[in-house]
C-alpha cells in the first residue's frame, strides 16, 4: 500500500550536535554531498508520497529556503558550464508533483507533539513519518514497510545492544523473526536496561493509523518530559495492533556526529562506486 502523505519532523534545537547547530538546523547538516534532509525527502518520494508535511521549528529558516527553487544560482551554474554541479542542484528538493506544506512546530515538545501539529493538515487515513536524523541507506525502508503494511500501526525495528536501549523505544514482541514483520504487543520508550522488554529498537520510519492523532491529543508529557509519539501508539495495541518491521538497509544516527562521519564515509564510497561504473560503461 502507498504512503501518500509523509510527515517529516525537524523542528528540534539538535542540542547533540552544538555548536554545529547554533544557527542552522540539524537536517541541513551535510552527508557528504547533501544534507540530512534530502534523504528523507527521497525516502519519502520513493515510498509513494504526494504530499510532504515538513515540520520545522519557528526561527530557523534554512530548511525552507534549502526547499525554494534557486533560479539565479541555476542560471550562474550553467553560464559558467558548471553541468554536473547544475545536474546535483535539480535532482535535490522534491520532483514536480509532490507538495510540501511546512508545519510549523511553536516550541520543541517532543516528537508526539510535532505529529499532533500535523493534525489539522491529515486525512483519517494511515500516513507516514520519517525521523530525518535516521538515515537509512539500501532498499527504502517507508517502501519496504508500505509493500508490508495491512493495517494498524507499523514501525520500523532494529535489534540494539543492551547498553543502548535506554536511547530508544523498545518492543514488546509476541513473536520472532530475522526480518520482516514481527507482531508485537506494546513499546516503551527509552526504558533502563533491567526493564526493557526486548533489544529491539524502534527505528524512525512509522506508518500510522490516524486513530494516533486522538491518542496523541490526550497524552501527557513522557520520557525526558516530552510528549512521546511510542507513548500514543502504546494505548492502541489492543484496538489497532502493533507491528514491528525488520528493515534491509544500514542506518544511521545523523542526529550524532559519530554518525554522520560514518554516513558521510558510505556516500562517499556509493558516490565513487557510482562513478567509476558510470565511467565504465
Ligand atoms: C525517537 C523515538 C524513539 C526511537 C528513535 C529512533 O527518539 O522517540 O522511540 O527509537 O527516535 O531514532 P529520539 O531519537 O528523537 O530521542
Given at each position: 500500500?502507498p504512503?501518500k502523505?509523509v510527515?517529516?519532523?525537524?523542528?528540534?534545537?539538535?542540542?547533540?550536535?552544538?555548536?554545529a547547530?547554533?544557527?542552522?538546523?540539524?537536517?541541513?547538516?551535510?552527508?557528504?554531498?547533501?544534507?540530512?534532509?534530502?534523504?528523507?525527502?527521497?525516502?519519502a518520494?520513493?515510498a509513494?508520497?504526494t504530499r510532504i508535511?515538513?515540520?520545522?521549528?519557528?526561527?530557523?529558516?534554512?530548511?525552507?529556503?534549502?526547499?525554494r527553487?534557486?533560479?539565479?544560482?541555476?542560471?550562474?551554474?550553467?553560464?559558467?558550464?558548471k553541468?554536473?554541479?547544475?545536474?546535483?542542484?535539480?535532482s535535490?528538493?522534491?520532483?514536480?508533483?509532490?507538495?510540501?506544506?511546512?508545519v510549523?512546530q511553536?516550541?520543541?515538545r517532543?516528537?508526539?507533539?510535532?505529529?499532533?501539529?500535523?493534525?489539522?493538515?491529515?486525512?483519517?487515513?494511515p500516513f507516514?513519518?520519517?525521523?530525518?536524523d535516521?538515515?537509512i541507506?539500501g532498499?527504502?525502508?517507508?517502501?519496504q514497510?508500505?509493500r508490508?503494511?495491512?493495517?494498524?500501526h507499523?514501525v520500523a525495528?532494529?535489534?540494539?545492544?543492551?547498553?543502548?536501549?535506554s536511547?530508544?523505544?523498545?518492543?514488546?514482541?509476541?513473536?520472532?523473526?530475522?526480518?520482516?514483520?514481527?507482531?508485537?504487543?506494546?513499546?516503551?520508550?527509552?526504558p533502563?536496561v533491567?526493564?526493557?522488554?526486548?533489544?529491539?529498537a524502534?527505528?524512525g520510519?512509522?506508518?500510522?493509523?490516524?486513530?494516533v492523532?486522538t491518542?496523541?491529543?490526550?497524552?501527557?508529557?513522557?520520557?525526558?518530559?516530552?510528549?512521546?509519539?511510542?507513548d500514543?501508539?502504546a494505548?492502541?495495541?489492543?484496538?489497532?495492533?502493533?507491528t514491528?518491521y525488520?528493515?534491509d538497509?544500514e542506518?544511521?544516527?545523523?542526529?550524532?556526529?559519530?554518525?554522520?562521519?560514518?554516513?558521510?564515509?558510505v556516500?562517499e564510497?556509493?558516490l565513487r562506486?557510482?562513478?567509476?561504473i558510470?565511467a565504465?560503461?
Amino acid at each position: 500500500m502507498p504512503v501518500k502523505t509523509v510527515i517529516i519532523p525537524a523542528g528540534g534545537l539538535g542540542t547533540r550536535l552544538l555548536p554545529a547547530t547554533k544557527c542552522t538546523p540539524k537536517e541541513m547538516l551535510p552527508v557528504y554531498d547533501r544534507p540530512v534532509i534530502q534523504f528523507a525527502l527521497d525516502e519519502a518520494v520513493a515510498a509513494g508520497a504526494t504530499r510532504i508535511l515538513l515540520v520545522v521549528g519557528p526561527t530557523k529558516t534554512a530548511l525552507q529556503d534549502y526547499l525554494r527553487p534557486d533560479e539565479d544560482l541555476s542560471r550562474h551554474l550553467r553560464e559558467k558550464g558548471k553541468h554536473a554541479l547544475h545536474e546535483a542542484l535539480q535532482s535535490t528538493g522534491v520532483p514536480s508533483g509532490v507538495e510540501v506544506e511546512i508545519v510549523v512546530q511553536p516550541s520543541p515538545r517532543g516528537l508526539g507533539d510535532a505529529v499532533l501539529c500535523c493534525a489539522p493538515y491529515l486525512e483519517r487515513t494511515p500516513f507516514g513519518v520519517i525521523l530525518p536524523d535516521d538515515v537509512i541507506f539500501g532498499d527504502p525502508c517507508l517502501l519496504q514497510m508500505g509493500r508490508s503494511y495491512s493495517g494498524g500501526h507499523m514501525v520500523a525495528a532494529q535489534a540494539v545492544a543492551p547498553q543502548q536501549v535506554s536511547q530508544y523505544g523498545i518492543f514488546r514482541l509476541t513473536g520472532s523473526a530475522i526480518r520482516g514483520p514481527i507482531r508485537a504487543s506494546g513499546m516503551v520508550e527509552k526504558p533502563s536496561v533491567a526493564e526493557a522488554p526486548s533489544r529491539v529498537a524502534a527505528v524512525g520510519r512509522y506508518i500510522l493509523d490516524p486513530i494516533v492523532l486522538t491518542r496523541l491529543s490526550m497524552t501527557p508529557p513522557g520520557a525526558g518530559g516530552e510528549v512521546q509519539l511510542t507513548d500514543a501508539i502504546a494505548e492502541d495495541v489492543d484496538t489497532k495492533g502493533l507491528t514491528a518491521y525488520l528493515f534491509d538497509g544500514e542506518r544511521f544516527d545523523c542526529g550524532s556526529l559519530d554518525g554522520l562521519l560514518s554516513a558521510a564515509v558510505v556516500r562517499e564510497r556509493q558516490l565513487r562506486h557510482g562513478n567509476a561504473i558510470a565511467a565504465a560503461g
